[in-house]
T-cell receptor, first 115, second 113 residues
Framework: GAVVSQHPSRVICKSGTSVKIECRSL??????MFWYRQFPKQSLMLMAT?????????EQGVEKDKFLINHASLTLSTLTVTSAHPEDSSFYIC???????????FGQGTRLTVV | AQSVTQLGSHVSVSEGALVLLRCNYS??????LFWYVQYPNQGLQLLLK??????LVKGINGFEAEFKKSETSFHLTKPSAHMSDAAEYFC???????????FGSGTRLSIRP
């Protein structure tokens, strides 16, 4: 199957700072990628759909100015958590698929801790 | 809108016993259905998927699931539980291939020795 890579796998940042998470499709081109968030002992919630060359589509309740998504190329989408607060601490995971696949492929996830 | 409901946030079975994790879906179009497993502090691993082919789907690690349209269900089963099966299991639905996926609330599976 296709490979999706996330970086970093873990990050600790101070309150008020911004942190960027990268999601790369290593062996295929992805016009669309998806970002999810998982709080401890909870399910994965879709945050936004990242569209190459255009604005991301955010799910209801997700602040687009706080969670900046950039999908500048067919193999890279980035999620930037701006002015991070401790309540943003979570597991962030991306997925991508290509035409013809019967599933989307997930990255390994990024554990964000805001202190 | 599509959704999945997982009945039982926690299921505990004895080692060697049958595993049954329940999932019901709601979708306005023929759905694509998935079961994922997540071990502590790790990402997701796809167990199996239904993509409108055979209704009985076999996955990895001895798991299988049956798509029942009349019951809008996609329950996950395994004949004999192993200790290594202890994990969080998520049922998920998508209305398009390789598109956004909506996850259920998850079921934590515990295995008793």
């Amino acid at each position: 199957g296709a490979v999706v890579s996330q970086h970093p796998s873990r990050v600790i940042c101070k309150s008020g700072t911004s942190v960027k998470i990268e999601c790369r499709s290593l062996d295929f081109q992805a016009t669309t990628m998806f970002w999810y968030r998982q709080f401890p002992k909870q399910s994965l919630m879709l945050m936004a759909t990242s569209n190459e060359g255009s604005k991301a589509t955010y799910e209801q309740g997700v602040e687009k100015d706080k969670f900046l998504i950039n999908h500048a190329s067919l193999t890279l989408s980035t999620l930037t958590v701006t002015s991070a607060h401790p309540e943003d601490s979570s597991f962030y995971i991306c997925s991508a698929g290509q035409q013809g696949d019967t599933e989307a492929f997930f990255g390994q996830g990024t554990r964000l801790t805001v202190v | 809108a599509q959704s999945v409901t997982q009945l039982g946030s926690h299921v505990s079975v004895s080692e060697g016993a049958l595993v049954l994790l329940r999932c019901n879906y709601s979708s306005s179009v023929p759905p694509y259905l998935f079961w994922y497993v997540q071990y502590p502090n790790q990402g997701l691993q796809l167990l199996l998927k239904y993509t409108s082919a055979a209704t009985l789907v076999k996955g990895i690690n001895g798991f299988e699931a049956e798509f029942k349209k009349s019951e809008t269900s996609f329950h996950l089963t395994k004949p004999s539980a192993h200790m290594s099966d202890a994990a969080e299991y998520f049922c998920a639905v998508s209305e398009e291939i390789a598109s956004k996926i909506i996850f259920g609330s998850g079921t934590r599976l515990s295995i008793r020795p």
